[in-house]
């Protein structure tokens, strides 16, 4: 007889795989299996990130990004400690270098009491103290904020899933889908042979492709993912000491990016960036990979025209300093003037998948999609390795309000 599976998550990022752990841990007769269609977890976002545990500064008092950051922090940080996975709290500084970022960084500093942040004020003088080769009018001190390899956290939950019965299934992707009975057409790269599954419940935590998953099952949103490149470069090594904490720019409030930062990494290196600039291709990393399948769904989506035509400007000095590495240098050098053009060398852009609502609006907080048989993940933009835990243990309880179970829940493992 066919297996049927409890549950089936698609998706081996972060959040898929952080949902099928806590729902193994809960339900540990259950049967779920996770899809992931690369041959290793963690190839798209999770493994493109900047590795920050972010404290949680930016996001709007109430909403699901406050607080599941402010969660995610402790959370992912006993995780690691648990697992002995390498996490430094470094500190972040949010440096002022104008007197309308100073004023911006005035109303960061009230958000971070609005959302139970601790953080300090620096004046110019005490930021060249805590930071020598810093300038800046003044900055804001968060000392909450720690830096990971999130590839590696992603892995240990797997590994952990997997030791509690959870099947991984790599190189199989999601083709097609109905809802009743619950079925997943996945095409296993190797033989490209179509294979046809059961299950009762799915999940999709699918990242740059979240919403071609939420179509195949007819569920009507109003969104589409649209890619945004985050480009970097990497310090050469003499710069590994250049800064004591993590810097960042005061962002511009209307933007949901935070602007090129210098950041400690966890293997001791320094990268600059990421920056923001349209992407061609959802999953190409390559600076000129373009899809003409990924441009051809953009090009008719009218909120990807309103939101370009509405970030115009930036759009098009971002693109430019993509291109023109002095450019790029610039927004580096505006609060750390000692680095030069050779010293920035080649590193791995990542693609971030915002969802875009049809009036053009970014979506700022996360942002989940249901059916009678399925919960889709369609906006988990940065913080969301940070709030992975969270965001899973919030799925495994959306999961058990619809499907009462009848055993006791094990809290989230810490
Ligand atoms: C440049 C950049 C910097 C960032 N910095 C930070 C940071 O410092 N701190 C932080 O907290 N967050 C950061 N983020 C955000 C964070 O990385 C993401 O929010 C998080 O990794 C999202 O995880 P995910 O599991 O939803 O998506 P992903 O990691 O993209 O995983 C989705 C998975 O689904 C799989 N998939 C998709 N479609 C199918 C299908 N049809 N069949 C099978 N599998 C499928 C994909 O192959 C992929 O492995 C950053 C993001 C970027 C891009």
């Known amino acids: 007889m066919k297996k049927v599976y409890d549950y089936i998550i698609v998706g081996g990022g972060i959040v898929g795989i952080s949902t099928a752990w806590q729902l193994q841990q809960r339900h540990p007769d259950k049967s779920i299996l996770v899809l992931e269609k690369e041959a290793g977890l963690s190839l798209h976002q999770t493994g493109h990130n900047s590795g920050v545990i972010h404290a949680g500064v930016y996001y709007a008092p109430g909403s699901l990004k406050a607080e599941f950051c402010r969660e995610g922090v402790d959370a992912t940080i006993n995780f690691c400690k648990k697992h002995e996975i390498p996490v430094e709290n470094c500190g972040k500084l949010l440096v002022a270098t104008s007197a309308l970022e100073m004023e911006r960084m005035q109303a960061l500093y009230e958000r971070c009491g609005t959302n139970g942040i601790e953080v300090d004020l620096l004046d110019a003088e005490q930021l060249k103290e805590a930071e020598p080769n810093i300038v800046g009018l003044g900055a804001i001190r968060v000392k909450t904020t720690s830096i990971v390899n999130y590839r590696l956290v992603t892995e240990k939950m797997a590994e952990e899933f997997v030791a509690a019965g959870g099947e991984l299934s790599m190189q199989t992707e999601v083709v097609d889908m109905a809802e009743s009975p619950l079925t997943i057409t996945v095409k296993a790269i190797k033989n490209n042979q179509p294979v046809s599954l059961e299950g009762r419940f799915l999940v999709s935590c699918s990242g740059l492709m979240a919403d071609r998953v939420t179509k195949m099952l007819d569920i009507e949103t109003d969104f589409q993912i649209i890619p945004y490149r985050g480009e970097y470069y990497r310090l050469s090594s003499k710069h590994n000491q250049v800064v004591n904490h993590l810097i960042y720019p005061i962002p511009d409030p209307e933007l949901p990016f935070l602007g090129v930062h210098l950041t400690r990494m966890i293997d001791g290196s320094v990268t600059v960036g990421p920056n923001a600039v349209q992407g061609w291709k959802r999953e190409g990393y390559g600076r000129i990979n373009i899809s003409l399948k990924d441009i051809w769904d953009m090009v008719r989506f009218p909120g990807f025209w309103k939101a370009s035509f509405a970030n115009l400007k ?62 889709h993940v369609c906006n988990a933009p940065s913080p969301a390795a940070t709030s992975a835990i969270p965001i899973g243990n919030y799925i495994c309880d959306k999961i058990d309000e619809r499907q009462p179970v009848t055993e006791s829940k094990v809290p989230v493992a810490a």
């Open 314 to 375: 930036t759009g098009l000095i971002e693109t430019k300093n993509s291109w023109w590495k002095p450019g790029y240098l610039k927004l580096v050098n505006k609060y750390c003037p000692m680095i030069k053009l050779e010293d920035l060398k080649a590193y791995p852009a990542g693609i971030r998948a915002q969802a875009v609502m049809k009036d053009g609006s970014l979506v700022h907080d996360f942002l989940f999609a249901e059916s009678k048989r399925s919960l």
